[in-house]
């Protein structure tokens, strides 16, 4: 007896038909139990993996599966599609479903003992059913058809299989034995590299690392290293050889962007299949609103039958399987293809800064290279995942688009001309998006930039007290950042707006359309199709102008970066190159013309220099401030462009700047230099260098940990290091550039003689010095004036020549006229110095524990504190509220227009014009809450991006200097950029995210329990599993961006770093190393990208399952249901909110994680929010008069000072007084505790007891500024800032043209600037780089002249500059300053022999202070200072100068 279904009838038990279906069942039943053991193995912490790689038998019985598949889906859409009654096509589809599956079976084999035995009887069974089948067939006589035969060739490949794993049984590796408490991150990569198949599918490799995360927070050592396909080195070299082909075929034009076009190159192909996976979730997700159409007339027939019920269902849990897993692996592998071009670019700024000219640097400052790479590369991430999404997006919309016509027909034409009006809109907002996001990282680049550069000179800043003013420069470029910051935010509230508003319009213009037009009948089935597909309209709604922001925002960076990278390089035949000949010339330049700026050729920086130095001479260089000495070591260097003629240059070259550039790292670091470590020629010189004293009485000795540029250590001791890194080196050619400046007199004659003379005896040394008193010494002097050698010689022959080098030599005599006035005419060959010398001066490390400390990171679940904080110092709780209750209204707007639907249709007495007019009135009136939300969500971003910008800057610009000494610059920068970047952008739109959402699920939850309340139970169950996952996930996840954010800083301080010491870097030919470590860094910082995203698409994942059983279950509900106890609209709004679930669930997930992420930024923020201020700039009511100090009399009483609490005595009790008007000198060795004496007297760091009164006033109990504003200071570092002259010498803008011109004529400098151009609107580059050390040094006395206080500090403040100059300086400051009081540390002995008061220091106690000629006469200590300048200036040999420093 048949039943009939359709045409097809259900036939007897002795038909193929009926024989077919059984074999489908059995192989159905077996499918069913394979993705049940598959889920379960998932689940479990206990399973095993096999190595990716598949024998051929297996990978063809795999492709052969595949195409049976294919074919049988194929032939079944042709039946559906030419007689959709003849249900054969279900036959066709279920074959197809299960061939797909035997696929899969292949490549998950041996995850588990059960899946083994399982898959094995699978195949075995559906080769002998479909066997046994085709025999039958052919005994009976039947045809059989190509359907029938496909199958035969899977059927054998599958025995052979099964034979096969049979025969082999691999041992599977069980990961449950791996031990996670192992580091991960040495050299195991992650477990993706072994994963199978399987694992590759669910993200499964992830599970020991979440595992671990989910045990104890995870460390560094827990991270994974990337895969070899993932580092950095592959993707620079695939890029770079990308860019070269470019570059080559001359595609330098300006219409296109070379870095987009060289990375396209390199990563179209592999971003074919995210593209392929973005296409399957785009047909999926389209297909569900056909889903739900059937679905609703099923529910609607009077025919109803549960087999085709539950095929229907089959359908959906497929089209959701396939919807999942295509976007899991598209948005993975997008973000991993991004982090590969992300690595790329980030190496690729980083090799070019190496190869910059100086007209590249001067171009673009060290602050906007950290910027390239910060923000620009860092930006490339997630560019693909949104290029991606935008193409796919749009084809989902032209898709919908499709199914709306074949729905309803011309009756979505209207519609769609609505909404094509609506995307027309969307060019304007774009341009105007376009604009804002341009103009916002122009002002960014300005503070970042800014920002740096004050950050770096911080101390100058406090002891000028100009925090305020420079604190209003950086709120001033903030204040041009947040306008542009408010414009883009409003402009993308607007469009939110717009595309919120469109699918509620279009849906009522639709079924207005409907009605009119009579194109379709608008019931339950009709209406709930159209707004299902206007629901996945809504995605590119939503997505597009996001899409469009992130690509303008891209396509920004790509212009910046491309800029950047055509940048000017230096040219590297500027400088012929040899190997040492050690007869002959080593260094030799011919007619050379040298400029700095390559446009003004006809005015030269040096002008036709010619110069032979044969091999083991020792040339010395000297002149005045700005002759262009520096210039000349540059030349030979290849660093200044050259003009005409050649430079050749034999061997190997060290090089020791004038300003020292020190590494983040230990001493030994940094002498070594990335050599190996030989003690004997490592001890050799250090103590060479003098250094061996310093590493003694360092508590960690050379593994004492240098803070970043040196901030930790003494100018000299910086010195001494760059020195000793040099001898270290071993080369052949040193090119010492006046290396003896920062140092007193005894510690350079010891380094000339010991290094210079004896250790570097057989090298070529050309030595740029100011110190006249060794150039008796060297085989060969050059005198320079104006960029050219004026004169070369022996020391007796230019002596005997006159002129330039005799002015030097008389200025040099003249300022050591004091001691012979002072009545010192001992021969000194007879003083032994050593005896005389008894008491060595140590130098202490006075912070005790290592400087630089970790950064602090905070461990572990801190709750809801970030997101308080946010609120609670924005102050945005009724924003907050605001927008919470403006998501409500329009979602519950929107539920109840859909509700009105779905009742309504059930009502024949309710015409279709009241239908769809109250529907729209409704729905109308929900769109005034969206904009309601979208503009209170960007006043909430925005008030909380002002009120944390205020607050950070506040805390650092009013935090101790002693912050500044144990922080890395790159610490600051990265919170001030990148985080503040996620403050201003990422926080506001992960948080209106999060709100949309949760509401949404909210609001389907409740309508969904309304119509089928038993759906509740699952949904409950469903949302308890989600929330555990989630917080699983979480777990592991907060830790990656955690450390991620300590792995960040690292690469910036890096590139900073080498910003300032590149010329260093490429004379020591250390580039490739640099270069190599560089790209450590960032692969240590890629790693945790890579995870993070894994890890989030595991989380995904694994809710989308939970979610989707939801979905299934309300389905299988709405089938199960009798007809008629649910009316078919009721049914239409369930499945409606249904489909969204999973979707909704998903996107609030990702959201709440991404915010969860982001909110570390506000975490980051806040800690240093919470900085110990330094004391009041002001204290009300202990202001001192205005005429303060009048006098200038300073007491110290029993000063004692220490760096930190449990750290040891720098000063150790101090008591003297500074009589008014007097010039005291203050000496000592390095380490002595002068400058800690200048630092409390400008209150740096406050005593531990004791204290200073000036003019009788406690310094300690009145206001900084007021202190500090009535102090002048020549600081040891010469600082210059980027602007003009004139903003350099008085930043405050009080003094008047007239007077810095006088200021600039007292200190030299007068007829320098007034040659130039602009005058004193000259320019200024940044740190000053456009101007000479010396240069540095008069304009921080031009400074100090227009202040005219009381009292003035000298910190070593000529020791830049030759002794002519210094002998002019040391004269107007008397002259200038006869009626202050004038306190001296200086290195030369004669600029503290002319003072009233000499005050000598030693291990921080005040050893003497007394008049300098009473302590001539007497045998102080002092007195052997003097003794030592005498001995060096009379170019002692150093075996007569046996003194240990």
């Given at each position: 007896m048949a039943v009939s279904i359709g045409s097809l009838p259900w036939c007897d038990v002795d038909s193929s038909c009926f024989q077919r279906s059984?074999?489908?069942?059995?192989?159905?039943?077996?499918?069913?139990?394979?993705?049940?053991?598959?889920?379960?193995?998932?689940?479990?912490?206990?399973?095993?993996?096999?190595?990716?790689?598949?024998?051929?038998?297996?990978?063809?019985?795999?492709?052969?599966?595949?195409?049976?598949?294919?074919?049988?889906?194929?032939?079944?859409?042709?039946?559906?599609?030419?007689?959709?009654?003849?249900?054969?096509?279900?036959?066709?589809?279920?074959?197809?479903?299960?061939?797909?599956?035997?696929?899969?079976?292949?490549?998950?084999?041996?995850?588990?003992?059960?899946?083994?035995?399982?898959?094995?009887?699978?195949?075995?069974?559906?080769?002998?059913?479909?066997?046994?089948?085709?025999?039958?067939?052919?005994?009976?006589?039947?045809?059989?058809?190509?359907?029938?035969?496909?199958?035969?060739?899977?059927?054998?490949?599958?025995?052979?299989?099964?034979?096969?794993?049979?025969?082999?049984?691999?041992?599977?590796?069980?990961?449950?034995?791996?031990?996670?408490?192992?580091?991960?991150?040495?050299?195991?990569?992650?477990?993706?590299?072994?994963?199978?198949?399987?694992?590759?599918?669910?993200?499964?490799?992830?599970?020991?690392?979440?595992?671990?995360?989910?045990?104890?927070?995870?460390?560094?050592?827990?991270?994974?290293?990337?895969?070899?396909?993932?580092?950095?080195?592959?993707?620079?070299?695939?890029?770079?050889?990308?860019?070269?082909?470019?570059?080559?075929?001359?595609?330098?034009?300006?219409?296109?962007?070379?870095?987009?076009?060289?990375?396209?190159?390199?990563?179209?192909?592999?971003?074919?299949?995210?593209?392929?996976?973005?296409?399957?979730?785009?047909?999926?997700?389209?297909?569900?609103?056909?889903?739900?159409?059937?679905?609703?007339?099923?529910?609607?027939?009077?025919?109803?039958?549960?087999?085709?019920?539950?095929?229907?269902?089959?359908?959906?849990?497929?089209?959701?399987?396939?919807?999942?897993?295509?976007?899991?692996?598209?948005?993975?592998?997008?973000?991993?293809?991004?982090?590969?071009?992300?690595?790329?670019?980030?190496?690729?700024?980083?090799?070019?800064?190496?190869?910059?000219?100086?007209?590249?640097?001067?171009?673009?400052?060290?602050?906007?290279?950290?910027?390239?790479?910060?923000?620009?590369?860092?930006?490339?991430?997630?560019?693909?995942?949104?290029?991606?999404?935008?193409?796919?997006?749009?084809?989902?919309?032209?898709?919908?688009?499709?199914?709306?016509?074949?729905?309803?027909?011309?009756?979505?034409?209207?519609?769609?001309?609505?909404?094509?009006?609506?995307?027309?809109?969307?060019?304007?907002?774009?341009?105007?998006?376009?604009?804002?996001?341009?103009?916002?990282?122009?002002?960014?680049?300005?503070?970042?930039?800014?920002?740096?550069?004050?950050?770096?000179?911080?101390?100058?800043?406090?002891?000028?007290?100009?925090?305020?003013?420079?604190?209003?420069?950086?709120?001033?470029?903030?204040?041009?950042?947040?306008?542009?910051?408010?414009?883009?935010?409003?402009?993308?509230?607007?469009?939110?707006?717009?595309?919120?508003?469109?699918?509620?319009?279009?849906?009522?213009?639709?079924?207005?359309?409907?009605?009119?037009?009579?194109?379709?009948?608008?019931?339950?089935?009709?209406?709930?199709?159209?707004?299902?597909?206007?629901?996945?309209?809504?995605?590119?709604?939503?997505?597009?102008?996001?899409?469009?922001?992130?690509?303008?925002?891209?396509?920004?960076?790509?212009?910046?970066?491309?800029?950047?990278?055509?940048?000017?390089?230096?040219?590297?035949?500027?400088?012929?190159?040899?190997?040492?000949?050690?007869?002959?010339?080593?260094?030799?330049?011919?007619?050379?013309?040298?400029?700095?700026?390559?446009?003004?050729?006809?005015?030269?920086?040096?002008?036709?220099?010619?110069?032979?130095?044969?091999?083991?001479?020792?040339?010395?260089?000297c002149g005045q401030v700005g002759a262009g000495k520096s210039s000349l070591l540059h030349a030979l260097l290849g660093e200044i462009p050259k003009v005409s003629g050649t430079v050749k240059v034999s061997g190997s070259i060290a090089y020791v700047s004038q300003t020292s550039w020190i590494q983040s790292g230990t001493i030994r670091d940094n002498i070594l230099y990335g050599k190996p470590m030989e003690a004997r020629r490592y001890n050799a010189a250090i103590a060479a260098c003098a250094l061996d004293k310093d590493l003694n009485d360092f508590r960690h000795g050379d593994l004492t940990e240098i803070g970043q540029r040196g901030l930790n250590l003494s100018g000299g001791q910086k010195q001494r290091i760059q020195l000793a890194r040099a001898v270290y080196e071993d080369a052949d050619v040193y090119l010492l550039d006046d290396p003896f400046s920062a140092v007193d007199a005894h510690t350079a004659g010891v380094l000339f003689h010991k290094c210079v003379e004896d250790s570097l005896r057989e090298k070529t040394v050309v030595l740029v010095t100011h110190q006249v008193e060794f150039l008796s010494e060297v085989d060969q002097i050059l005198v320079m004036e104006e960029g050219r050698i004026t004169q070369s010689g022996k020391y007796e022959d230019l002596l005997m020549m006159g002129t330039a080098f005799q002015q030097l030599v008389n200025a040099h005599n003249e300022s050591l006229g004091d001691f012979k006035q002072g009545g010192i005419n001992r021969e000194m060959g007879d003083i032994d110095i050593i005896e005389k010398v008894k008491e060595e001066i140590k130098t202490i490390d006075t912070r005790g524990i290592q400087l630089t400390q970790e950064e602090e990171v905070e461990s572990g679940y801190v709750g809801l504190k970030p997101f308080l904080d946010y609120f609670r110092v924005s102050q945005g709780w009724f924003l907050l509220s605001a927008t919470v209750l403006g998501q409500v209204g329009f979602v519950v707007f929107q539920a109840a227009s859909t509700y009105w639907l779905a009742f309504a249709i059930g009502i024949p007495k309710l015409s279709t014009t009241m239908v769809i007019g109250v529907y729209s009135v409704i729905s109308t009136l929900s769109a005034g809450f969206v904009y309601s939300r979208a503009v209170t969500t960007v006043y909430l971003g925005l008030k909380a991006s002002k009120a944390f910008f205020s607050g950070f800057t506040n805390a650092v610009f009013k935090a101790p200097m002693l912050f500044f000494d144990s922080t890395p610059v790159g610490r600051i920068l990265t919170r001030a950029s990148s985080d503040m970047n996620i403050l201003d952008f990422d926080i506001p739109s992960a948080f209106i995210l999060v709100v949309v959402p949760a509401v949404e699920l909210t609001a389907a939850l409740i309508v969904m329990t309304y119509v089928t309340w038993q759906v509740i139970i699952i949904a409950l169950l469903a949302l308890a599993a989600t929330k555990f996952v989630q917080d699983y996930y979480l777990a592991s996840a907060r830790e990656l961006i955690r450390i991620n954010g300590t792995t960040k800083a690292p690469v910036m301080n890096y590139a900073a770093e080498t910003s300032l010491g590149v010329v260093t870097i490429r004379a020591f030919g250390t580039v490739d190393r640099f270069f190599k470590s560089y790209l450590n860094l960032v692969d240590a910082d890629a790693a945790l990208f890579f995870l993070s995203n894994a890890a989030m698409e595991w989380v995904i994942m694994r809710i989308e399952i939970l979610q989707n059983l939801t979905l299934f279950t309300c389905a299988l509900l709405l089938i199960l249901i009798p007809k008629g106890y649910i009316a078919p609209g009721l049914v239409g709004l369930s499945l409606s909110y249904a489909l969204t679930l999973t979707q909704t669930q998903v996107f609030l997930t990702r959201w709440y994680c991404t915010l969860s992420n982001s909110i570390i930024s506000v975490e980051r923020i806040k800690q240093y929010m919470s900085i110990p201020e330094e004391p009041p700039a002001v204290v009300d009511g202990r202001r001192p008069p205005s005429s303060w100090p009048s006098n200038g009399t300073i007491h110290l009483q029993e000063l004692k000072i220490r760096y930190r609490p449990n750290a040891p005595l720098v000063l150790k009790g101090i008591s003297c007084t500074f009589r008014e008007g007097t010039r005291v000198g203050v000496v000592g060795r390095t380490g002595s505790g002068k400058s800690t004496l200048i630092s409390a007297l400008f209150r740096l760091v406050e005593p531990a007891s004791g204290c200073i009164l000036i003019d009788g006033i406690d310094i300690s109990k009145i206001g900084l500024k007021d202190l500090r504003m009535k102090l002048s200071i020549i600081p040891q570092e010469p600082t210059l800032f980027r602007g003009c002259i004139r903003t350099n010498l008085d930043p405050l803008g009080v003094y008047s043209d007239d007077e810095i011109w006088k200021a600039l004529e007292k200190c030299q400098l007068k007829t320098t600037i007034s040659n130039l151009p602009n005058k004193l609107d000259s320019s200024v580059s940044e740190e000053g780089e456009n101007w000479s050390v010396g240069q540095r040094q008069l304009f921080c006395l031009g400074r100090v002249l227009l202040k005219r206080n009381k009292i003035l500090v000298l910190d070593e403040a000529t020791a830049s500059i030759d002794s002519a100059t210094d002998a002019i300086i040391q004269k107007t400051i008397r002259e200038e300053f006869a009626e202050c009081t004038v306190i001296t540390v200086a290195h030369r002995v004669p600029t503290v022999i002319d003072s009233d008061m000499v005050m000598v220091l030693s291990f921080g106690d005040l050893v003497e202070y007394n008049e300098p000629w009473k302590l001539m006469e007497s045998d102080s200590y002092f007195s052997k200072l003097v003794a030592e300048y005498w001995a060096s200036c009379r170019g002692h040999s150093s075996q007569n100068l046996q003194v240990h420093i």
């Open positions: 059984v074999i489908h069942l059995i192989n159905l039943l077996f499918l069913c139990i394979f993705y049940f053991l598959v889920a379960a193995s998932c689940v479990s912490k206990q399973f095993t993996t096999m190595s990716r790689n598949k024998g051929w038998t297996f990978v063809t019985a795999a492709i052969c599966c595949l195409v049976t598949s294919i074919t049988f889906i194929g032939a079944g859409l042709k039946f559906l599609i030419d007689d959709a009654n003849n249900v054969f096509w279900v036959s066709c589809v279920v074959q197809g479903i299960i061939c797909l599956s035997l696929a899969a079976s292949l490549f998950v084999k041996g995850i588990s003992k059960w899946i083994n035995i399982v898959t094995s009887v699978w195949w075995v069974t559906f080769a002998l059913l479909d066997s046994a089948e085709m025999i039958e067939m052919l005994s009976q006589g039947e045809g059989i058809r190509v359907l029938d035969i496909i199958t035969w060739p899977m059927s054998f490949m599958l025995l052979i299989c099964f034979y096969i794993s049979l025969k082999a049984s691999p041992a599977p590796q069980d990961c449950s034995e791996t031990d996670l408490t192992d580091p991960l991150l040495t050299d195991k990569p992650a477990r993706l590299a072994t994963a199978g198949f399987f694992s590759i599918l669910t993200f499964s490799w992830m599970n020991p690392l979440l595992l671990a995360g989910f045990k104890k927070p995870l460390c560094p050592e827990d991270i994974p290293s990337l895969l070899p396909e993932d580092e950095a080195k592959l993707a620079y070299t695939k890029f770079s050889q990308a860019w070269d082909t470019l570059l080559s075929e001359g595609s330098l034009t300006k219409e296109r962007n070379l870095v987009f076009r060289a990375t396209a190159k390199v990563y179209f192909k592999e971003n074919i299949f995210t593209a392929v996976c973005a296409l399957f979730r785009t047909i999926a997700i389209v297909s569900l609103p056909l889903m739900l159409y059937v679905f609703v007339d099923y529910a609607n027939s009077d025919h109803r039958d549960l087999r085709i019920g539950l095929f229907n269902l089959s359908c959906l849990v497929f089209l959701k399987l396939v919807e999942s897993l295509s976007m899991r692996h598209w948005y993975f592998a997008a973000r991993r293809s991004g982090l590969r071009i992300r690595s790329a670019l980030m190496v690729a700024v980083y090799k070019k800064q190496l190869k910059l000219s100086s007209l590249g640097r001067k171009q673009h400052s060290s602050g906007e290279i950290v910027n390239y790479i910060a923000v620009d590369a860092y930006r490339m991430g997630e560019f693909l995942w949104w290029f991606h999404s935008g193409w796919s997006v749009t084809l989902q919309l032209l898709l919908s688009t499709v199914v709306l016509f074949g729905v309803v027909g011309s009756g979505a034409f209207p519609g769609l001309i609505l909404l094509l009006l609506c995307g027309l809109l969307n060019l304007p907002f774009a341009k105007m998006l376009k604009n804002s996001q341009t103009q916002f990282m122009m002002a960014q680049d300005k503070r970042l930039r800014s920002t740096s550069e004050i950050l770096n000179s911080m101390k100058v800043i406090k002891l000028q007290s100009w925090e305020e003013e420079f604190k209003k420069q950086i709120e001033s470029f903030r204040a041009d950042e947040f306008k542009w910051l408010a414009k883009a935010q409003m402009t993308k509230a607007f469009g939110t707006f717009l595309y919120w508003l469109s699918p509620t319009i279009v849906s009522a213009v639709i079924f207005v359309a409907c009605g009119l037009l009579k194109s379709a009948p608008l019931n339950a089935s009709t209406i709930f199709t159209v707004l299902a597909t206007l629901r996945v309209m809504s995605e590119p709604v939503r997505l597009i102008p996001e899409a469009i922001s992130a690509i303008i925002q891209v396509n920004v960076s790509f212009d910046r970066i491309n800029n950047f990278l055509l940048g000017d390089e230096l040219k590297i035949d500027e400088v012929e190159r040899s190997g040492l000949e050690k007869t002959g010339e080593v260094v030799d330049i011919q007619a050379g013309n040298f400029s700095w700026d390559p446009e003004m050729t006809k005015t030269p920086t040096l002008t036709n220099i010619s110069l032979d130095i044969n091999y083991g001479q020792t040339v010395a260089v």
